[in-house]
Protein backbone atom coordinates (compact mmCIF):
# COMPACT_ATOMS: atom_id res chain seq x y z
CA UNK A 1 0.00 0.00 0.00
CA UNK A 2 1.26 3.77 -0.53
CA UNK A 3 2.93 5.92 2.31
CA UNK A 4 2.98 9.08 3.11
CA UNK A 5 6.47 10.17 1.15
CA UNK A 6 8.78 12.53 2.29
CA UNK A 7 11.67 14.46 0.43
CA UNK A 8 14.57 14.99 1.02
CA UNK A 9 15.76 12.07 3.61
CA UNK A 10 18.49 14.01 4.25
CA UNK A 11 19.54 17.74 4.28
CA UNK A 12 22.32 19.84 5.33
CA UNK A 13 22.05 23.61 5.53
CA UNK A 14 24.64 26.31 6.46
CA UNK A 15 22.91 28.95 9.33
CA UNK A 16 20.83 31.40 7.75
CA UNK A 17 20.25 29.47 4.84
CA UNK A 18 16.57 28.28 3.89
CA UNK A 19 15.00 24.75 3.34
CA UNK A 20 11.97 23.57 2.12
CA UNK A 21 10.85 20.26 3.02
CA UNK A 22 8.03 18.14 0.87
CA UNK A 23 5.36 15.57 1.75
CA UNK A 24 3.08 13.11 -0.54
CA UNK A 25 0.22 12.22 1.60
CA UNK A 26 -1.31 9.24 1.03
CA UNK A 27 -3.96 9.14 -1.85
CA UNK A 28 -6.94 10.33 -0.81
CA UNK A 29 -6.14 11.58 2.04
CA UNK A 30 -6.69 15.65 2.40
CA UNK A 31 -5.39 16.20 6.12
CA UNK A 32 -1.79 16.77 6.37
CA UNK A 33 0.19 17.04 9.40
CA UNK A 34 3.78 18.09 10.40
CA UNK A 35 5.60 17.63 13.61
CA UNK A 36 9.46 18.29 14.54
CA UNK A 37 11.15 15.89 16.80
CA UNK A 38 14.77 17.45 18.06
CA UNK A 39 17.28 14.71 18.98
CA UNK A 40 16.06 12.32 22.17
CA UNK A 41 12.46 14.85 22.27
CA UNK A 42 9.20 14.00 21.26
CA UNK A 43 7.46 15.49 18.37
CA UNK A 44 6.16 18.28 18.76
CA UNK A 45 2.93 19.74 16.83
CA UNK A 46 3.60 22.60 13.70
CA UNK A 47 0.99 22.60 11.47
CA UNK A 48 -1.96 21.50 9.87
CA UNK A 49 -3.66 21.56 6.88
CA UNK A 50 -7.23 20.42 5.58
CA UNK A 51 -8.57 20.96 2.44
CA UNK A 52 -5.23 22.65 1.45
CA UNK A 53 -6.26 25.20 3.78
CA UNK A 54 -4.51 25.85 7.31
CA UNK A 55 -6.78 23.76 9.85
CA UNK A 56 -4.71 23.88 13.20
CA UNK A 57 -1.17 25.53 14.44
CA UNK A 58 1.38 24.77 16.90
CA UNK A 59 4.52 25.79 17.92
CA UNK A 60 5.69 26.61 14.72
CA UNK A 61 8.11 29.70 14.47
CA UNK A 62 7.82 32.96 12.57
CA UNK A 63 10.36 31.94 10.34
CA UNK A 64 8.39 28.85 8.83
CA UNK A 65 5.44 28.60 6.75
CA UNK A 66 3.94 26.04 4.99
CA UNK A 67 1.11 25.45 2.22
CA UNK A 68 -0.91 22.71 1.11
CA UNK A 69 -1.69 22.69 -2.46
CA UNK A 70 -4.00 21.32 -5.06
CA UNK A 71 -2.64 18.00 -5.07
CA UNK A 72 -2.51 18.00 -1.42
CA UNK A 73 1.09 17.43 -1.02
CA UNK A 74 2.82 19.82 1.54
CA UNK A 75 5.70 21.79 1.81
CA UNK A 76 7.41 23.29 4.95
CA UNK A 77 9.63 26.62 4.14
CA UNK A 78 11.92 27.29 6.72
CA UNK A 79 14.35 30.33 6.32
CA UNK A 80 17.03 31.94 8.28
CA UNK A 81 17.90 28.63 9.24
CA UNK A 82 19.33 28.54 13.32
CA UNK A 83 21.07 25.78 14.74
CA UNK A 84 18.26 24.32 17.13
CA UNK A 85 16.36 24.11 13.97
CA UNK A 86 18.58 20.38 13.55
CA UNK A 87 15.75 17.76 14.17
CA UNK A 88 13.60 14.94 11.91
CA UNK A 89 10.55 16.77 10.35
CA UNK A 90 7.99 14.34 10.38
CA UNK A 91 5.00 14.40 7.54
CA UNK A 92 1.60 12.75 8.98
CA UNK A 93 -1.82 12.21 6.76
CA UNK A 94 -4.95 11.53 7.24
CA UNK A 95 -8.51 11.05 5.50
CA UNK A 96 -11.03 13.59 6.57
CA UNK A 97 -10.93 16.11 10.13
CA UNK A 98 -10.96 13.78 12.24
CA UNK A 99 -14.30 13.28 13.44
CA UNK A 100 -14.28 9.41 12.88
CA UNK A 101 -11.87 8.32 15.62
CA UNK A 102 -11.20 5.29 13.36
CA UNK A 103 -9.05 7.72 10.95
CA UNK A 104 -5.65 7.53 12.26
CA UNK A 105 -2.56 9.33 11.35
CA UNK A 106 0.14 7.66 9.05
CA UNK A 107 3.22 9.00 9.50
CA UNK A 108 6.42 9.31 6.43
CA UNK A 109 9.53 8.16 7.43
CA UNK A 110 10.88 12.10 7.99
CA UNK A 111 13.02 14.32 6.86
CA UNK A 112 16.33 14.65 8.87
CA UNK A 113 17.64 18.53 8.68
CA UNK A 114 20.83 19.32 9.88
CA UNK A 115 22.06 23.11 10.15
CA UNK A 116 25.72 23.45 10.56
CA UNK B 1 -3.67 22.36 28.58
CA UNK B 2 -3.56 18.61 27.29
CA UNK B 3 -0.86 16.57 27.72
CA UNK B 4 0.82 12.73 28.36
CA UNK B 5 3.23 11.39 31.02
CA UNK B 6 5.35 8.32 30.42
CA UNK B 7 7.75 6.44 32.89
CA UNK B 8 11.60 7.49 31.98
CA UNK B 9 13.29 5.23 30.12
CA UNK B 10 15.60 3.89 29.29
CA UNK B 11 13.90 0.26 29.99
CA UNK B 12 16.49 -2.73 30.05
CA UNK B 13 15.00 -6.24 29.57
CA UNK B 14 15.86 -9.83 28.90
CA UNK B 15 14.48 -11.83 26.13
CA UNK B 16 10.95 -13.44 26.91
CA UNK B 17 10.40 -10.59 29.85
CA UNK B 18 7.46 -9.29 30.97
CA UNK B 19 7.13 -5.03 29.99
CA UNK B 20 4.96 -2.69 31.10
CA UNK B 21 5.36 1.10 29.66
CA UNK B 22 3.71 3.49 32.01
CA UNK B 23 1.31 5.84 30.47
CA UNK B 24 -1.15 8.63 32.14
CA UNK B 25 -2.89 11.55 30.44
CA UNK B 26 -4.41 15.31 31.40
CA UNK B 27 -7.38 15.71 28.83
CA UNK B 28 -10.88 17.77 29.01
CA UNK B 29 -13.45 15.21 26.92
CA UNK B 30 -12.91 11.91 25.83
CA UNK B 31 -9.67 11.56 24.08
CA UNK B 32 -8.14 8.92 21.70
CA UNK B 33 -4.69 6.74 22.81
CA UNK B 34 -2.04 5.43 21.09
CA UNK B 35 1.28 3.85 21.44
CA UNK B 36 3.44 4.49 18.06
CA UNK B 37 7.04 2.90 18.17
CA UNK B 38 9.87 4.78 16.24
CA UNK B 39 13.11 2.21 15.47
CA UNK B 40 16.36 2.98 14.90
CA UNK B 41 16.54 5.85 11.90
CA UNK B 42 12.95 5.03 11.19
CA UNK B 43 10.17 7.11 11.62
CA UNK B 44 6.83 6.72 14.06
CA UNK B 45 4.66 3.20 13.79
CA UNK B 46 1.40 3.18 14.89
CA UNK B 47 1.45 -0.21 17.27
CA UNK B 48 -2.20 0.21 18.79
CA UNK B 49 -5.21 2.57 19.47
CA UNK B 50 -8.22 2.83 22.13
CA UNK B 51 -10.88 5.27 21.33
CA UNK B 52 -13.25 5.31 24.42
CA UNK B 53 -12.90 4.19 27.68
CA UNK B 54 -12.06 0.33 28.66
CA UNK B 55 -11.41 -0.34 24.71
CA UNK B 56 -8.22 -2.84 24.40
CA UNK B 57 -5.87 -1.79 21.98
CA UNK B 58 -3.57 -4.67 20.97
CA UNK B 59 -1.10 -5.72 18.40
CA UNK B 60 1.95 -7.90 17.80
CA UNK B 61 1.58 -9.36 21.12
CA UNK B 62 1.20 -5.61 22.68
CA UNK B 63 -1.79 -4.60 24.55
CA UNK B 64 -3.26 -1.81 26.11
CA UNK B 65 -6.44 -0.41 28.18
CA UNK B 66 -7.78 2.72 27.82
CA UNK B 67 -8.15 3.22 31.55
CA UNK B 68 -10.70 6.60 32.36
CA UNK B 69 -10.91 6.19 35.91
CA UNK B 70 -7.23 6.28 36.18
CA UNK B 71 -6.73 8.32 33.06
CA UNK B 72 -4.02 5.77 32.23
CA UNK B 73 -2.91 3.51 28.87
CA UNK B 74 -0.23 1.80 30.10
CA UNK B 75 1.90 -0.95 27.47
CA UNK B 76 2.17 -4.13 28.18
CA UNK B 77 3.90 -7.47 26.18
CA UNK B 78 4.07 -10.93 28.44
CA UNK B 79 7.12 -11.61 26.00
CA UNK B 80 9.59 -9.29 24.48
CA UNK B 81 12.19 -9.91 22.04
CA UNK B 82 14.80 -8.19 21.24
CA UNK B 83 13.85 -6.94 17.84
CA UNK B 84 11.27 -4.97 20.37
CA UNK B 85 14.05 -2.19 21.13
CA UNK B 86 12.63 0.98 20.03
CA UNK B 87 11.47 4.01 21.25
CA UNK B 88 8.07 3.91 22.59
CA UNK B 89 5.51 6.65 22.39
CA UNK B 90 1.95 7.14 24.43
CA UNK B 91 -0.27 10.01 22.12
CA UNK B 92 -3.37 11.19 22.65
CA UNK B 93 -5.50 13.17 19.82
CA UNK B 94 -9.09 14.86 21.14
CA UNK B 95 -12.37 14.16 19.60
CA UNK B 96 -13.45 16.29 16.49
CA UNK B 97 -11.08 19.18 15.02
CA UNK B 98 -8.26 18.21 12.94
CA UNK B 99 -7.17 15.98 15.80
CA UNK B 100 -2.90 17.05 16.04
CA UNK B 101 -1.11 14.07 18.45
CA UNK B 102 0.42 14.90 21.58
CA UNK B 103 2.93 12.88 22.29
CA UNK B 104 4.69 12.00 25.51
CA UNK B 105 8.52 11.97 26.15
CA UNK B 106 8.83 8.46 24.85
CA UNK B 107 10.49 5.15 26.75
CA UNK B 108 13.51 3.49 25.35
CA UNK B 109 13.39 -0.26 25.30
CA UNK B 110 16.32 -2.26 25.50
CA UNK B 111 15.92 -6.39 25.16
CA UNK B 112 19.02 -8.34 25.64
CA UNK B 113 19.58 -12.13 24.18
Known amino acids: AAGVIQSPRHLIKEKRETATLKCYPI?????VYWYQQGPGQDPQFLIS???????DKGSIPDRFSAQQFSDYHSELNMSSLELGDSALYFC???????????????FGAGTRLSVL | GDSVTQMEGPVTLSEEAFLTINCTYT??????LFWYVQYPGEGLQLLLK?????DKGSNKGFEATYRKETTSFHLEKGSVQVSDSAVYFC????????????FGAGTRLAVHP
Open chain 2, 27 to 32: ATGYPS
Open chain 2, 50 to 54: ATKAD
Open chain 2, 91 to 102: ALSKAGGYNKLI
Open chain 1, 49 to 55: FYEKMQS
Open chain 1, 92 to 106: ASRKGKGADRSNIQY
Open chain 1, 27 to 31: PRHDT
